[in-house]
């Protein structure tokens, strides 16, 4: 069979006919639905941040609902699942960290009989791999358009995880700093900072739980029975990242509440300590205050011994309530 020339539209990562669980040919977008009609075939097409003439093609071919292209143009959407008619449209949030910092993109996916497009917006890997694993297992391929759509979803969320351990790395750091000195700016910025990506990354996460409900539970147009329980396994991926989100927030506020307790507890060590030592040079200060007056009639103001009996009287007090504050453990 002639293959014909993928399009030249950078926007299309891939466009390609499926038949009976193999790659059948590499079809332009503009002749994808005459492939998506044959009997036994399906098409599956990539697109990387199209223009509304791509997204418009896609649906004269297809039959999209315009609200759903809609949305697939504008992104900015919160993980959902519809249905309009006999099609399926998707909305997943993708993420990865850029320098330590969360960042967040969209995958938009659009399913019905003989197709399935994705669309990738902002920060979202490339679907080469999940295209790759999907056509070494034709077997699992030949489910048609139900498993494809697993298969993206299954890598949407597996992708959370490494973001996730590189995040719960840091974590362990600044939990680890904290421990030993109160936090600077520099770290509180970065609790903050960390706090906010993990709740991005949960606003992320945790609509999926019910898009997985939906699509293995309900009967779905394009959802085989067959292919539900795989969405099942998707659904536990879900609930472990948000385990796991949860379980890096508490670490977080833990450590920062219990090194505000330990900064607290030093400062009240060195409050001690400032207040026993000012009580010690109390007494020199008021002896030498009290001799400081220079009246004419003083007692002991001419005595031969009274400069070295002062002296003495001082350092007794002095002693003794060192060893006190010694002993309550101010000192």
Known sequence: ???????????????????????????????????????????????????????????????????????????????????????????????????????????????????????????????????????????????????????VMDYVVDCYFPALDQMGGVVEELEALLMTRPPGMAEIERIHQLRHDLERLRRAASPLLEVCSRLERFDLPMIDADIRPYYRDVQDHVIRVNEQIGSLREVLSFAFETSMILAAARQNDVTRKLAAWAAILAVPTAIAGLYGMNFEHMPELHWRYGYPAVLAVIAVVCGALFVRFRRTGWL
């Open 1 to 151: 069979m002639t293959t014909p020339a993928p399009s030249a539209n950078p926007a299309v990562v891939a466009s390609v006919a499926y038949c009976n669980g193999c790659r059948v040919a590499d079809v332009p977008v503009a002749e994808a639905g005459a492939w998506a009609a044959r009997e036994g075939h399906f098409v599956w097409i990539g697109l990387h941040e199209p223009d509304e003439a791509l997204l418009m093609e896609v649906k004269r071919q297809f039959g999209l609902h315009e609200l759903a292209v809609e949305d697939a143009l504008h992104a900015h959407q919160r993980p959902k699942v519809e249905i309009y008619g006999n099609s399926l449209f998707m909305v997943l949030r993708t993420a990865r960290l850029e320098k330590e910092a969360l960042v967040l993109g969209e995958t938009h996916v659009f399913a019905g009989q003989g197709y399935v497009v994705t669309v990738r917006h902002g920060a979202s890997s490339s679907y080469s791999p999940v295209r790759a694993r999907c056509e070494s297992s034709p077997q699992l391929l030949k489910h048609g358009e139900d498993f494809v759509v697993y298969a």
